[in-house]
């Protein structure tokens, strides 16, 4: 039904669409004038379904690759999606991938058409992270992740757009521009992975790639109605995936992971199999990857922790309702629903210690100056200042003592919290909370662009380290921070 629903919408029979060559911008004139293309039974399907379809010869790879090319054509100039296109060499790769299904061949990802986050490198391509000074930078090999896929027969049809630095709620820069929401080109699809979110909401293809620190996978698959999955720390290698000019060397940084965005739950796992296991080049070279069978084969084995509220902030009322259905329906279909655990850490504690961690995540992109600054104020800050920007201030200079465990009085480690979600993950085999906390404008997540942002001779360091500001004085009025 939600597919049926989309391709309505995309082809004009909804409120709000997308559409290709037409001088209105507004949602309305979009469906007025979405019928330039038509909807095809290609265009929603899934990995499974088009591996079959391919298997069988219903449609070739080169033939299925047009029709996925004709559709970015012309409906993504109104989204701005797919910035980065390789077009040619994807043909190269359908032809090839022809060939091997004429042979027998059978990978997880022969002949599917696919994009994948503009910060990944490919071999000929840019790689800008939204830098305007990297504008020109080329990598000379793939990402890891990019050579997995690949190797598993994927047809990558380009790079999809990002924000300055990988680091907004939002997909813009000065280089590519702004990236829409297909269910309205007025709102975000998000950020930082919001153009890989749009193309697979688009009928882009059935599969993208994109990263994690802070909601870059999940809030994208939120805005635009399509699945992503943030895997385990470490479980898909970061070479490649590191900001120009840096050369592709092994190594995972802290936080971050790499992670699959797709219309399915189901396609998220053939993907995630695609790409996941330790870099060749490093811990590749004595361990494999054996990820362990699902506890459970059917719904009614499955237990079930509901969180639908925070004790930082308010969640929107309509997500709440929505979880508290899901969490109806799970009941009735036999999973053992929980709102509660004495097992899972304080929410607050735990919010705090990320706001720690992500601050020293990114402080070494900080230029010194600012990190001197940075450096007087959490000095400056009063102990019984437990805000999440003080926390986030406190940890852009805490010491390396202080990152590897040994938290402050009172205060718990990661460590700490992470045992306590392992406890309560025996007892609970999943979790449903709110997507995360975004910053909302009037109540809907309409494009924000404070001009302070769009400077292209900010470094990234001073771009984050002022976000929260531009933030803060953008949430007077009728603006706030909430889960939506």
Request: with cysteine.
């Given at each position: 039904?939600m597919?049926?629903?989309?391709r309505?919408i995309?082809?004009?029979?909804g409120?709000?669409?997308i559409?290709?060559?037409?001088?209105a911008t507004?949602?309305?004139?979009?469906a007025?004038n979405?019928?330039s293309?038509?909807v095809?039974?290609w265009d929603?399907?899934?990995i499974r379904g088009?591996?079959?379809a391919?298997q069988?010869r219903?449609i070739?790879?080169?033939?299925?690759?047009?029709?996925?090319?004709?559709?970015i054509e012309?409906?993504d100039?109104?989204?701005?999606?797919?910035?980065?296109?390789?077009?040619?060499?994807?043909?190269e790769a359908?032809?090839?991938?022809?060939?091997?299904l004429?042979?027998?061949?059978?990978?997880l990802?022969?002949?599917?058409p696919?994009t994948?986050?503009e910060?990944?490198?490919?071999?000929g391509l840019?790689?800008?992270w939204g830098?305007?000074?990297f504008?020109?930078f080329?990598?000379?090999e793939?990402?890891?992740i990019?050579s997995r896929?690949?190797?598993a027969?994927a047809?990558?049809l380009?790079k999809?757009n990002?924000?300055?630095g990988l680091?907004?709620f939002q997909?813009?820069n000065d280089i590519?521009?702004?990236?829409?929401?297909?269910w309205?080109i007025?709102?975000?699809?998000?950020?930082?992975s919001g153009g890989?979110a749009?193309a697979?909401?688009a009928?882009?293809g059935?599969l993208?790639?994109?990263s994690d620190?802070?909601g870059?996978?999940?809030?994208p698959?939120h805005?635009?109605?399509?699945?992503?999955?943030?895997p385990?720390?470490?479980?898909v290698?970061?070479r490649?995936?590191?900001?120009?000019p840096l050369p592709?060397l092994p190594g995972?940084g802290?936080?971050a992971?790499?992670?699959?965005?797709?219309?399915t739950a189901?396609?998220?796992?053939?993907a995630?199999?695609?790409?996941a296991?330790p870099?060749?080049e490093s811990?590749?070279?004595?361990?494999?990857?054996?990820l362990p069978?699902a506890?459970?084969?059917?719904?009614g084995?499955f237990?079930?922790l509901?969180i639908?509220r925070?004790?930082?902030m308010?969640?929107?009322s309509?997500?709440?309702?929505?979880?508290?259905?899901l969490?109806?329906?799970l009941?009735k279909?036999?999973?053992?629903?929980?709102?509660t655990s004495a097992?899972?850490?304080d929410l607050a504690?735990?919010?705090r210690?990320?706001?720690?961690?992500l601050?020293s995540?990114k402080?070494a992109s900080?230029?010194?100056?600012?990190?001197e600054?940075t450096q007087s104020?959490?000095t400056?800050?009063?102990?019984s200042?437990n805000s999440?920007?003080?926390e986030?201030t406190?940890?852009t200079?805490?010491s390396?003592?202080?990152?590897?465990?040994?938290p402050p009085?009172f205060?718990?480690?990661?460590?700490t919290?992470r045992?306590r979600?392992r406890?309560?993950?025996?007892?609970?085999?999943?979790?449903?909370?709110?997507i995360?906390?975004?910053?909302?404008?009037?109540g809907?997540?309409?494009h924000v662009r404070?001009?302070s942002?769009?400077?292209?001779?900010r470094?990234?360091?001073?771009w984050?380290?002022?976000?929260?500001?531009n933030?803060?004085?953008l949430?007077r009025?009728s603006h706030?921070y909430?889960f939506?």
């Open positions: 039904m597919d049926q629903e989309r309505n995309l082809s004009g029979s409120g709000v669409a559409a290709g060559a037409t001088t507004t949602p309305v004139a979009f007025r979405a019928h293309i038509s095809s039974e929603y399907h899934t088009l591996t079959e391919l069988a219903q070739s790879a080169s033939e299925l690759l047009e029709h996925t090319i004709a559709r012309a409906l100039e109104r989204l701005n999606s797919v910035v980065v296109r390789d077009f040619e060499r994807a043909r359908a032809r090839a991938a022809d060939i091997a004429a042979r027998g061949e059978r990978r990802l022969l002949g599917i696919m994948i986050k910060a990944f490198n490919i071999a840019p790689t800008t830098f305007p000074q504008k020109d080329v990598p000379k793939d990402a890891v990019v896929a690949k190797s027969g047809v990558i380009g999809t990002v924000p300055l680091a907004d997909s813009y590519y521009g702004t990236t829409n929401n297909p309205d007025g709102r975000s699809p998000g950020g930082s890989s749009a697979l909401a009928g882009f059935p993208s790639f994109g620190i802070g870059s996978l999940r809030v698959a805005f635009c109605g399509v699945y992503a999955h943030k385990t720390f470490g479980l290698p970061f490649g995936y590191n900001p120009p592709p995972n802290d936080l992971v790499i992670g699959p965005l797709a219309r189901a396609d998220l796992a053939s995630l199999d695609a790409v296991g870099d060749e811990a590749g070279i004595g361990y494999r990857l054996a069978p506890r459970h084969q059917n719904l084995g237990r079930v509901v639908d925070h004790p930082l308010p969640t929107d309509a997500v709440r309702s929505a979880i508290d259905q969490a109806e329906r009941a279909a036999g999973v053992k629903v929980a709102n097992l899972l850490p504690d735990s919010a210690l990320y706001m720690r961690l601050g995540a402080s900080v230029p010194r100056d600012l990190y600054k104020a959490a400056a800050l009063r102990p200042d999440l920007g003080a986030r406190r940890g200079v805490m390396h003592r202080d990152w590897l465990g040994r009085r205060r718990p480690s990661r460590r919290i045992c979600l406890r309560d993950t025996l007892r609970s085999t999943a979790r449903r909370t709110p995360t906390r975004v910053f909302c404008v009037g809907s997540c309409h404070p001009p942002h769009r400077r292209a001779d470094s990234f360091a001073d984050s380290a002022n976000r929260d500001t933030h803060r004085t949430s009025g706030d909430r939506c």
